[in-house]
């Protein structure tokens, strides 16, 4: 009996983390693809600028809900080209966790040696 919990348990688990991930994939990274520049400048871009994880993650939050171009972290030639994105349509909660990966898969502390 407390093998099939424990079963369960790591099947939910497993369920639960393929969702935040295509939570990521089919909202972040299905458009970066379109773009020359990696999704991973961006995100180096933001550390450069805000330092820590709470910062990087605000400022992007807060960007991704409301894209204006005084609040771009893009130079002025990669804005004329392609433009400031439009308005994440992911709820609070949903672009949080997409964040939550992206921190997660580009952060340097505790990798560097």
């Not at 424990?6 to 969702?19: D, H, N, R, T, V």
């Not at 609040?71 to 709820?91: D, V």
Request: glycine share 2%; aromatic share 14%; hydrophobic share 40%.
């Amino acid at each position: 009996m407390a093998k099939l919990i424990l079963g369960i348990i790591l099947f939910s688990s497993f369920l639960q983390a393929a969702k935040i991930k295509t939570i990521y994939e089919s909202n972040c990274i299905k458009c970066h693809k379109k773009l020359p520049v990696s999704i991973d400048k961006y995100f180096y871009r933001y550390l450069l600028k805000y330092s820590s994880e709470k910062n990087v993650k605000n400022a992007m939050f807060s960007f991704l809900k409301k894209p204006e171009k005084d609040r771009t972290i893009m130079p002025e030639a990669f804005i004329k080209r392609f433009g400031i994105k439009k308005k994440s349509k992911l709820s609070d909660e949903k672009l949080n966790e997409a964040l939550d990966i992206y921190w997660e898969k580009y952060k340097v502390f505790g990798k560097l040696k």
